[in-house]
């Protein structure tokens, strides 16, 4: 069971004003946070965050819009973190996540869609290494 996990609030939901509300719903599920910073990638690094997708369709308008404004990312530490929060902020398309979850509540499309959460331990660590030095961790 990993204990940490990294989340990105994305352009579309910092542009809206949800930051503070997304935040509220993350320490109210029982994340600590350890790591939180306001900034903006440029298409360098977004590309590279997201290099894994490079060969599929929606690469280049991702890209994009990850670049378009600025991100909040931070690193979140719970038992069973990147699972647990992968539930919390429910399905890449909002349309089919759950009821109650970051995305249903606050996504508006299928690339849209509020805020990024690490698929497993090792991606955690990798995404949260891309943002944070060790200073900037507590
Ligand atoms: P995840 O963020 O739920 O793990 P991934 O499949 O890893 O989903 O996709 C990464 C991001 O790429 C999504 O969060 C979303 O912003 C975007 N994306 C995924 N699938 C599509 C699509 O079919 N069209 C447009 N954008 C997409």
């Given at each position: 069971m990993g204990k940490q996990t990294f989340t990105m609030i994305k352009p579309d939901a910092f542009a809206k004003g949800y930051t503070g509300a997304i935040?509220?719903?993350?320490?109210?599920?029982?994340?600590?946070?350890?790591?939180?910073?306001?900034?903006?990638?440029?298409?360098?690094?977004?590309?590279?965050f997201y290099a894994v997708h490079r060969e599929r369709p929606f690469y280049q308008s991702l890209v994009e819009f990850m670049s378009s404004g600025p991100v909040v990312a931070a690193i979140l530490e719970k038992d069973n973190a990147v699972e647990d929060f992968r539930k919390l902020i429910g399905a890449t398309d909002p349309a089919k996540a759950e009821e109650g979850t970051i995305r249903k509540l606050y996504a508006e499309s299928v690339e849209r869609n509020a805020i990024h959460g690490s698929d497993s331990d090792e991606n955690a660590r990798i995404e949260s290494d891309f943002f944070f030095s060790a200073l900037e961790r507590v």
């Amino acid at each position: 069971m990993g204990k940490q996990t990294f989340t990105m609030i994305k352009p579309d939901a910092f542009a809206k004003g949800y930051t503070g509300a997304i935040l509220a719903k993350i320490q109210e599920a029982g994340f600590r946070i350890v790591a939180l910073k306001l900034t903006r990638l440029t298409a360098e690094k977004a590309a590279a965050f997201y290099a894994v997708h490079r060969e599929r369709p929606f690469y280049q308008s991702l890209v994009e819009f990850m670049s378009s404004g600025p991100v909040v990312a931070a690193i979140l530490e719970k038992d069973n973190a990147v699972e647990d929060f992968r539930k919390l902020i429910g399905a890449t398309d909002p349309a089919k996540a759950e009821e109650g979850t970051i995305r249903k509540l606050y996504a508006e499309s299928v690339e849209r869609n509020a805020i990024h959460g690490s698929d497993s331990d090792e991606n955690a660590r990798i995404e949260s290494d891309f943002f944070f030095s060790a200073l900037e961790r507590v």
